[in-house]
């Protein structure tokens, strides 16, 4: 109608208070963000919307719920075992920190669950962990395309008190507390980095004793008959060696290179010129008998080796006249020092072979690759180690409470599964682009919340506003 007579009658309120009806949402979000509503509650719920998703698309709830199927658990293991990992995920604690998370972050189905839940579903999942592996795999088939190559690391993990039966046990501590109970857990992962499987062995288990079983149960339980295992230097020994090349299996190994005296004597004093593969990445191939090593060169880091041992050079000729007891407590110095007429002096000769290997690091494999794929393949190992790192500073897997070794193992196989969720929603971004900062994901999908608020009477459920990464991620 006419704007002048709506006026004149005064029915231009009349009409707004009619469409007002249906703008009741706006009237709501305006009153709560005046700060006039009485708040009832707020639950976080960017934590579940994103990983509760990849969880579904990954198949986990139906691998889950299909190995409970004929157990009578009282209590829903599927929902504890998410609620466990996304607690994992999303910051550091033990189970009993867990359900002080469950109160802040709105995770469907879990409202019933208890802290011997938590517990129980950890022992489950530990006794069941290498069929939920296997389901994983062969129902996410089309995600492994990329088998031809799988990367093997092994790393430590230290307990709060005795560390299980079998389990924690004393040995070569990664996490520099030699003092306390340990685990080993070794991680098999694919080409693009995706997680496999996980292994566990007991705390004094040597590195290369865990590859052998690995490999084995591999062939066995994923059908890798064709695959290369790259592994690092702790892998290699004369049996471990010997034991893979009876499976015909492939393998490219780092080897030590001052323990290895055929490597030591022979093979970085051979004749022959480096090809430049990339900047940083030089080769040569070398073979002693029927051995084939790949000799790899960083110009970069031999011009870095070189300013250190200066360094450290420097560092001695200060100290000598400090006493040999100040010496002689330093690995680093002990390397370049020896011993005449009761007094320690710079070993010269051993300056100069120790510049025999800067900037090098040797491979052995039984492949045919070249020999600049070879080296190449070797570097992705890194993805194994940004794994581990993963593992212990993001996840916080340690210090480990649990007490029998299900519980341990299931404990573990919770930042396995994270560790898991995380690389499903990385490789996503990456495919649309965008590489963004895991710290900043977290913090952002924790700022989403949904808010229950009273305005007249009526409850209503408000969403934050999206911030930061949290609109990409979504």
Known sequence: GRLDRLHAKGQVDVLLRSLGRFAERLQVQAAHANGELEVLSTRRIGPALVFGRLWRELKLDRILSARLEGRKFQFDVERAIFATVLHRLFESGSDRQGMRFLRDVDIPGTEELDLHHLYRAMAWLGENKD?????????????????????????????????????????????HRPDLHQVVVGALLTQDGRPLSMTVAP??????????PVVDQARERFGLDKVCFVGDRGMVSSSVIEALEKRHVGYILGVRMRRVKEV??????????????????????????????????????????????ALILEAIEKKLNQG????????????????????LKIAYDKVKAEAHYDGKWVLRTNTELPASEIAKQYKQLLTVERFFRAAKSLLETRPIFHRTDLAITGHLFCSFLGLLLMHELTARLKRRGWTLEWRDILRDLRELEEVEVLHHGKRYLLRTPLVGVCGKVL
């Open 264 to 309: 030591a004597d022979e093979v970085l004093s051979h004749p022959g010129r480096y090809r430049v593969v990339e900047k940083n990445l030089h080769v040569k191939e070398v073979k002693v008998d029927d051995h084939r090593y790949i000799v790899c060169y960083n110009p970069d880091q031999a011009k870095k080796d070189a300013q250190d041992r």
């Open 131 to 175: 069929g939920i592996e296997e389901d994983l795999f062969h129902l996410n088939r089309n995600l492994f395309t990329e088998l031809s190559l799988v990367f093997f690391d092994t790393t430590s993990f230290y307990f709060e008190g005795e560390g299980g039966e079998k389990l924690g046990r004393y040995g070569h501590s990664k996490d």
């Open 203 to 212: 705390g004094n288990t040597p590195d290369a004793r865990v590859l052998l």
């Open 324 to 343: 040999t007891k100040a010496l002689i407590g330093n690995r680093g110095f002990r390397r370049y020092l020896t011993a005449e007429k009761d007094a």
